[in-house]
């Protein structure tokens, strides 16, 4: 009996150093190499090299050959070299009607990008890449995908218009970064920016290296973002109400003329500033050659606070490394 249990035992032991990681003990497997196989395989069959990740998969089924064949992993093997041996006969099927076969790691043709954002306005240099093809933005009327990353080079700018039943625009200026992932979420890295929309029940996301926001606004707004050197939001309300979520931080609800720095540790206190003199000193409402279609909007909720206001302070706010200090510069009466 004792002999015939040091057999068994050397057999596991055997079949632990030939096959890896891979132990059988009455009929159980574990099996990090063969999972281990398995990501291997996808990785190289995502890349285009079908054969590399059919042999992947066959070395994973010889590893389950010691096991029942009843062992989940069979099928799941099974069912991944089924689907590598399917695309890589579509492949070569390409590949001898002359179609170039593009890995998923590479960028799409230019032929296949979707027609998601309309650009209706730009100046200077701005590019676009990331799923597609680089390609430089040369004319407004073109159209770019959702999932591009734009870079708008200083001095330069570019007008979006969001064709889906949202209605958004975005502007930016100088030396800004930005990506849109999906509908409705703006990955904003560097830079000025306006994002606005003339429907009702809104909803967005804006995010910062740093910083997320969701924005809902039950009326059409337009809101003026600029990024700050610690990776948070400056967010002024141009017109319309908008509720500020930061998820398990807090919220606050902005109406025209009211500026808030959206950092990590939360919403700074909430300031006023001037909208007529946003309208004259911001590139983003004066560097285009149209103005923008809030920009009747714009100067009546300008009247509106400037007729609110006894008292006024003609300043611009600037960046903020925190949630209570702030740059403001006070801008200087012009001499008569």
Known sequence: MLSRCLSRTSCAVCLFFLFGSIIVADGQVTAPEVDRLIQLGRAEADKGDF??????????????????????LNEVV??????????????????RSGLKVFKSDEPLPLSEETEDILVTQRFGTVLARQIWQPKEVKEAGEFIGIG??????????????????????????????FAIPESRLFDLHSGSFVISSN?????????????SVKVSCEKPFALMIGITTNGGLKIIVLFGECTLEQEKLSTSILSPGELVFALPEGFSRKMSVELSTLMVTSKLMTAFDVPPVYHKKLRQQAMI?????????????????NTKD??????KPEQP
């Open 326 to 331: 702030f740059e403001i510069k006070v801008l």
């Open 78 to 95: 099974r069912k991944e070299i089924r689907i590598a041996k399917g695309r890589s006969l579509v492949a070569r099927y390409q590949n």
């Open 199 to 211: 429907g009702n029940d809104n909803s967005a996301t804006i995010k910062s290296p740093l910083s």
């Open 51 to 72: 054969a590399k990740a059919l042999g992947y998969f066959n070395r994973a089924m010889g590893y389950l050959k010691q096991a029942s064949p009843r062992h989940p």
């Open 305 to 321: 606070q400037a007729l609110r206001t006894r008292k006024r302070y003609k300043a611009v706010v600037g960046d903020a490394k």
């Open 148 to 177: 591009r990353r734009l870079t708008v080079l200083p001095e330069a700018g570019v007008e979006l218009y969001f064709g889906d039943e949202s209605k958004y625009s975005l502007r930016c200026v100088d030396a800004a970064s």
